[in-house]
């Protein structure tokens, strides 16, 4: 029998151990007081934008499991014959943060770790792409204590054991809107980083938008525990959604993925599947060996709803192939890489970059003459110098060696819980210091007197 204490305590070293599954909440559409942000009614309603092949499109991730591993675990056998298994879906490096970065900013900026960060906010993401087009989006994020918390994770009353210690269920590098100051300088967007109860309660406002990243907690997810435990919450969560209309119809694309696979001595593929309505029923039950990596899912929202693109590597060919069902409709020429020519992405820290300390390099300018699988313009944010290309940029140099940190490095220390010993969470960025700690301070004082039931549930 596992002690749950223990887990709180070493969850990696508990990962073999196999923990016992309980669900947060009673069904995905029911909010819970295990999760401590309470809901903050529903997001409006929003006129959809058709694609040419889906109106929604919904990723979900998962933690850390090796491409074998999924394929062979029950949630997955199951969800495999109502989808299209991708057979040569590889992530972009390890650990896990960059690749939650590269997710929506089209690169991972040469991070090697999972620390704090800030992304200046004249570096764009999909967002900026999909609101020039006014699609609405949304991240879930389960256990994020408020809409838009910036804290570097979260650590609450413990559900899985309710005598065992507080347990740390979110945490900020699995968040990607939230790296990137572009989004978290804009009020709105910032209302737009939600979790689990606001979900419960859009879904049944029939007001989910239409590019949405969705990620289970920290036991859920399987990274603190196994693929047999994120295959019962996948039963539990993800399973009963699929029938839901206001979910799942037949204009929804989604995306179940991983971020990176389990063993770093071999290249980086990871199990993904396409899911949802938008599926030709032809394809349900089959495989697709094209190659992908995680900027396939921006590539094929771009191609999707003919967006713009970011000028990064959405708009690399090699690594950016787009979902082969969508590219033969849109009439997008995929590339074929197999065999050797895929690159190695189980490399960790080695590419020089702003966001790695040993090879340091400044941000520079998007590739402003790219095309993308969308056709449209590259996204310029304001505040963005377009003289600055790679070209221009100096050698890497080793600021570690300099006793010198990344500039976007912020606080790792800042955690937040709910609780008697509640520690106020960093800023989402400089320019916030003020208003968030305000905002924080507020909020845990309610989540504290409200917390009284969430302290004591089983
Ligand atoms: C729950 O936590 C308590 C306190 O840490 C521990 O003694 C107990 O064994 C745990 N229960 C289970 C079912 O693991
Ligand atoms: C987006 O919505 C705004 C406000 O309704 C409108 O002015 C603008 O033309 C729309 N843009 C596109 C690309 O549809
Ligand atoms: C609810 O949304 C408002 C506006 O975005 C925000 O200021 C507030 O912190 C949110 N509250 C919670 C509990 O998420
Ligand atoms: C959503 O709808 C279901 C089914 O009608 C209901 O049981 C549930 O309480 C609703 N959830 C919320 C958050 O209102
Ligand atoms: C898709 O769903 C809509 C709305 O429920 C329905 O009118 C339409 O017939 C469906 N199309 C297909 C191809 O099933
Ligand atoms: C990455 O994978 C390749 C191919 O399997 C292997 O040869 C190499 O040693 C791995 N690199 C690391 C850093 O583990
Ligand atoms: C990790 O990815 C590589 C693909 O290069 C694959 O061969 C390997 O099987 C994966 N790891 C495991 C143990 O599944
Ligand atoms: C899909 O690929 C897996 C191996 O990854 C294989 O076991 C399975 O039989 C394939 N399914 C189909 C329908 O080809
Ligand atoms: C495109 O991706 C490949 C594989 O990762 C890489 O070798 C190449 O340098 C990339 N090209 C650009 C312009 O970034
Ligand atoms: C991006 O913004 C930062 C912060 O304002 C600035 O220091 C940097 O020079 C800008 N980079 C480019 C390439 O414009
Ligand atoms: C950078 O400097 C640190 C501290 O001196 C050193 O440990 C590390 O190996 C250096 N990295 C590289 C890539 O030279
Ligand atoms: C960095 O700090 C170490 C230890 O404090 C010191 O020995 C070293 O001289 C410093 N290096 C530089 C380049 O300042």
Redesign the pocket.
């Known amino acids: 029998?596992?002690?749950?204490?223990f887990i709180a305590l070493v969850p990696a070293v508990l990962a073999a151990q196999a923990p016992q599954f309980v669900a947060p909440q009673q069904g995905p559409t029911l909010v819970s007081s295990n999760y401590v942000g309470a809901n903050n009614g529903s997001l409006a309603k929003s006129t959809v934008v058709p694609g040419k092949v889906f109106d929604r499109f919904t990723q979900v991730w998962m933690e850390n499991t090796n491409f074998e591993v999924a394929a062979t675990s029950a949630a997955f056998i199951e969800l495999a014959k109502q989808g299209i298994v991708l057979t040569s879906s590889y992530s972009t490096t390890h650990p896990s943060e960059p690749n939650y970065a590269a997710s929506v900013g089209g690169d991972f900026w040469g991070m090697g770790d999972d620390d704090f960060y800030n992304i200046p906010a004249n570096i764009s993401t999909v967002i900026d792409l999909l609101e020039a087009k006014n699609i609405s989006w949304a991240t879930y994020q389960e256990n994020l204590p408020e809409d838009g918390y910036g804290g570097f994770e979260f650590t609450q009353p413990n559900y899985l054991?309710s005598?065992?210690p507080p347990y740390t269920y979110y945490m900020r590098k699995h968040n990607p809107p939230v790296l990137y100051d572009s989004v978290t300088s804009v009020p709105e967007r910032l209302a737009r980083i939600r979790n689990f109860n606001d979900f419960a309660v859009d879904v049944n406002a029939s007001a989910i938008p239409q590019w949405v990243f969705i990620t289970p907690n920290m036991v859920n997810d399987a990274h603190d525990t196994d693929i047999d435990f994120g295959s019962d919450w996948l039963q539990s969560w993800l399973v009963p959604l699929l029938s839901n209309p206001n979910f799942n119809d037949n204009r929804t694309l989604i995306l179940l993925t991983f971020d990176e696979n389990e063993t770093v001595d071999i290249n980086n593929q990871i199990f993904s599947i396409l899911l949802g309505g938008a599926i030709p029923e032809n394809l349900r039950g089959t495989n697709d060996s094209t190659y992908y990596t995680h900027y396939s899912s921006l590539s094929s929202v771009e191609a999707n709803w003919e967006l713009g693109s970011l000028g990064r590597q959405d708009t690399n060919k090699t690594v950016s192939n787009v979902y082969d069902f969508l590219a033969q409709i849109v009439g997008y020429k995929n590339l074929n890489v197999s065999g050797n020519d895929i690159p190695l992405t189980n490399l960790t820290g080695n590419i020089p970059g702003p966001l790695n300390a040993q090879f340091f390099v400044p941000f520079a300018a998007p590739n402003v003459n790219a095309v993308g699988a969308g056709g449209g313009p590259v996204f310029i944010s304001p505040g963005m110098n377009v003289s600055v290309t790679p070209q221009t940029l100096p050698a890497p140099v080793n600021l570690t060696a300099l006793n010198e940190t990344v500039p976007n490095a912020g606080p790792t220390s800042a955690t937040g819980s709910s609780g008697a010993a509640a520690t106020p969470t960093g800023p989402t960025s400089s320019s916030q210091v003020g208003s968030d700690a305000v905002k924080l301070v507020a909020s845990l004082a309610v989540v504290f007197v409200a917390g009284g039931t969430a302290l004591f549930m089983v």
């Open positions: 029998m596992i002690s749950y204490a054991n005598s065992a």
